[in-house]
C-alpha cells in the first residue's frame, strides 16, 4: 500500500488527529447536513407560495403589502442567520489566542453591548421602518378620489351572508367585487368569533360578535379568489368557505341590477 493511500486513509479516518480537530471535523461534517436539510425544507415550502389561498400570490395593494412584509422580514432573518452562522464558524475555527483577564472582560463586554444591546435596537428599527408604512397600506383609511363601495358580511355557524348596502341583494358564501375599486367590507358576527380571510386579496380580520370590523378589499383583475373562516368556530368550521367572484366594474353593475330584479 502506498504511503499516499495510507494517508488519505489517515484522513478518513481521523487518525492523527487530537481531539479538538476531530470534534471540528464532526461538527463540520454535522453542520453541512444541517444545511443540506435546510435547503431542501425551503424548497419544500416554496412549493406552497402559489395557490387559490397563497397570502405570497397577492392579487390586490392590500394583500401586496403583506406578501412585501412577508418577504422583507423573510430577507431579513436570513441576513441575521448567515451573520450568526458566520461568526459561529469563526469561533470554531479561529487559532485560540492567548489573553488577559482584562483584555477577556473587555471583549465580553463588547460582545454583550453588541450582541445584547445595539442588534436588538437595529433589527426593531429597520422593521419598524418598512412594516409601518406597509401597515398602513391595509388599513380603510379615507379616500381622496373617491368613496369605496360598502358591503356587509354576516358571519354565522358556518356560512358568510353578504349584503350589499343600498340594494336588497344578499348572497351566500359568494361575495361579487367589481376589480379595480376599493371595497369597505363591514364584518359582524351572529353567533361565535370567526376570522375573514381571502389570502390573496387581503389580511386577515376577526369577526366578533357584538362588533363591526372593517376589512378593505381590492381586486387588480376579475378572476375567482378562494376565502375562509381562520378562526375554529365549531364542528363546521372547516366547511366555512367564501367563494369570491371578480367583475369588471360593468359586469358587476349589470349582475348587481340583476339579482336585485330577481327579489
Known amino acids: 500500500m502506498s504511503t499516499n493511500r495510507h494517508a488519505a486513509d489517515n484522513r478518513l479516518l481521523c487518525h492523527g488527529y487530537t481531539p479538538r480537530q476531530k470534534l471540528r471535523i464532526k461538527t463540520l461534517t454535522i453542520s453541512h447536513s444541517l444545511v443540506l436539510l435546510e435547503a431542501i425544507s425551503i424548497l419544500f415550502f416554496l412549493a406552497g407560495c402559489s395557490g387559490p389561498q397563497s397570502a405570497l400570490n397577492p392579487a390586490g395593494p392590500s394583500a401586496h403589502a403583506v406578501a412585501d412584509l412577508w418577504w422583507g422580514m ?36 463588547w460582545w454583550i453591548i453588541g450582541g445584547g444591546v445595539a442588534l436588538p435596537t437595529i433589527s426593531i428599527i429597520t422593521l419598524l ?30 356560512l358568510w351572508q353578504i349584503r350589499y348596502a343600498d340594494t336588497r341583494v344578499v348572497t351566500m358564501n359568494e361575495l361579487h367585487l367589481p376589480a379595480g375599486i376599493p371595497v369597505d367590507v363591514h364584518v359582524s358576527s351572529a353567533d361565535v368569533i370567526h376570522s375573514f380571510w381571502v389570502p390573496r386579496l387581503s389580511g386577515k380580520i376577526d369577526v366578533i360578535p357584538g362588533r363591526t370590523n372593517t376589512l378593505r378589499l381590492q381586486a387588480d383583475a376579475p378572476g375567482h379568489f378562494r376565502g375562509q373562516c381562520s378562526e375554529f368556530c365549531g364542528r363546521g368550521h372547516a366547511h366555512m368557505i367564501l367563494s369570491v367572484i371578480v367583475h369588471t366594474p360593468e359586469e358587476f353593475e349589470a349582475w348587481l341590477e340583476e339579482r336585485g330584479k330577481e327579489l
Open 129 to 158: 421602518s418598512f412594516s409601518i408604512p406597509m401597515g398602513f397600506r391595509m388599513l380603510p383609511l379615507p379616500l381622496e378620489e373617491q368613496t369605496p363601495l360598502r358591503i356587509e358580511v354576516t358571519a354565522r355557524q358556518w
Open 74 to 109: 423573510l430577507g431579513f432573518f436570513v441576513l441575521i442567520l448567515l451573520t450568526m452562522v458566520a461568526l459561529w464558524l469563526y469561533a470554531m475555527w479561529r487559532k485560540p489566542v492567548s489573553m488577559t483577564k482584562a483584555q477577556a472582560r473587555r471583549i465580553s463586554s
